[in-house]
T-cell receptor, first 109, second 114 residues
Framework: QKEVEQNSGPLSVPEGAIASLNCTYSDRGSQSFFWYRQYSGKSPELIMFIYSNGDKEDGRFTAQLNKASQYVSLLIRDSQPSDSATYLCAVSNGNKLVFGAGTILRVKS | EAGVVQSPRYKIIEKKQPVAFWCNPISGHNTLYWYRQNLGQGPELLIRYENEEAVDDSQLPKDRFSAERLKGVDSTLKIQPAELGDSAVYLC????????????FGQGTRLTVV
C-alpha cells in the first residue's frame, strides 16, 4: 500500500464547475496535509495546507480533512482553464513529507 | 523575498559521468529537502537536512549519490557515476523550523543521461 494515494485521472470538468480531488493516506500519525499544484514542466507550487479536521477555505479552494477516515480532499469552485494542472497531495507525520503521484485536472472551456 | 534557487536548470550528460546540482534555500529555512521526480510520478524524497545534519537519507542511493549542506545553508547533490535511470527532475525544497510547516520548491534541475 502506498503511503499517499491519489487517483491519477485525468479528471475532466467543464469551466465553472466544481472540481473535487481526493487523497488517502496510510499513516495514522500524520499531522499536516498539503496540496500542491504542478503545471507541466514546472515545479510544485503550494496552494493549501490543513492541520485540523474539517474544512479550510481560501478563495476558490477548500481543503477538507477527515483524520478518522484518513482522507483529505481539495475542492476547486468555479474551475477555470488555468486550473488545468497536476494536483499533488502531500502528508507529513512530523518526520517526513510524502507525496502522492498526483491527479491530472483538465478544465474544458 | 527570494525563493528557493537551484542550478543548473538543465543538464545533459553521458552515462558514467559525474554531475552536481546546487540549491540555495529560502533565507532562514532550517529544513532542506532533495526530491527526485520521474515523469508522471510524485516527488520522492532523497534526503532531508535539518540545518547541516542529514536526518533522513534512507532513500538516497549511497553507492552513487552524495549530498552535503555545509554551514546549514546551501546544499549540493552529486551523482557519480550517472546511470541512464537517473534521468529525472531533481527538486530542492525548504521549510521553516518544524517539519509540519509548508515546504517551498525551487525550479528544479532536469537531468538527462544519454
Amino acid at each position: 500500500q502506498k503511503e499517499v494515494e491519489q487517483n491519477s485521472g485525468p479528471l475532466s470538468v467543464p469551466e465553472g464547475a466544481i472540481a473535487s480531488l481526493n487523497c488517502t493516506y496510510s499513516d495514522r500519525g500524520s499531522q499536516s496535509f498539503f496540496w500542491y499544484r504542478q503545471y507541466s514542466g514546472k515545479s510544485p507550487e503550494l496552494i493549501m495546507f490543513i492541520y485540523s479536521n474539517g474544512d479550510k477555505e481560501d478563495g476558490r479552494f477548500t481543503a477538507q480533512l477527515n483524520k478518522a477516515s484518513q482522507y483529505v480532499s481539495l475542492l476547486i469552485r468555479d474551475s477555470q482553464p488555468s486550473d488545468s494542472a497536476t494536483y499533488l497531495c502531500a502528508v507529513s507525520n512530523g518526520n517526513k513529507l510524502v507525496f502522492g503521484a498526483g491527479t491530472i485536472l483538465r478544465v474544458k472551456s | 523575498e527570494a525563493g528557493v534557487v537551484q542550478s543548473p536548470r538543465y543538464k545533459i550528460i553521458e552515462k558514467k559521468q559525474p554531475v552536481a546540482f546546487w540549491c540555495n534555500p529560502i533565507s532562514g529555512h532550517n529544513t532542506l529537502y532533495w526530491y527526485r521526480q520521474n515523469l508522471g510520478q510524485g516527488p520522492e524524497l532523497l534526503i532531508r537536512y535539518e540545518n547541516e545534519e542529514a536526518v533522513d537519507d534512507s532513500q538516497l542511493p549511497k553507492d552513487r549519490f552524495s549530498a552535503e549542506r555545509l554551514k546549514g545553508v546551501d546544499s549540493t547533490l552529486k551523482i557519480q557515476p550517472a546511470e541512464l535511470g537517473d534521468s529525472a527532475v531533481y527538486l530542492c525544497a525548504s521549510s521553516g523550523q518544524y517539519l509540519n510547516t509548508e515546504a517551498f520548491f525551487g525550479q528544479g534541475t532536469r537531468l538527462t543521461v544519454v
